[in-house]
């Protein structure tokens, strides 16, 4: 567990996930997937080496493209926001606002 500046509260869910099971066990624990520019800031205040985080994490939200194909977007340990489709396994960070 992790609090940050802005005092939310963020936890690391055990195991890698797709995005809409993610999103499912943090709202288990009554919390959320945290938002793609959040995620970036926390992780640039030290969450990502705080709660040991070694693969990149999803935000919350999902986009179409021109060909209609869902996407998602995860965080990497350097807070940068990639593409990745709704269905790749990632790490599961939820945050309680």
């Known amino acids: ?8 509260t963020w936890l690391v869910v055990a195991g890698i996930a797709d995005q809409q099971t993610a999103a499912a066990r ?4 009554g919390l959320e997937l ?10 640039a205040q ?3 080496a705080a709660l040991h985080l070694d693969r990149a ?3 919350a939200g ?9 996407y998602g977007s995860i965080v990497d340990t350097a807070g ?3 593409r990745a489709d709704v269905a790749e396994p990632h ?3 939820c945050v309680l606002r």
């Open 80 to 82: 940068l926001s990639h």
């Open 57 to 59: 994490a999803w935000s």
């Open 26 to 29: 943090c709202r288990a624990r």
């Open 62 to 70: 999902a986009k179409l493209d021109a060909s209609n194909q869902r």
């Open 34 to 43: 945290p938002r793609g520019d959040e995620l970036a800031r926390a992780i």
């Open 91 to 93: 790490a599961i960070l």
């Open 1 to 8: 567990m992790w609090i940050d500046r802005a005092r939310h």
């Open 46 to 48: 030290g969450l990502g």
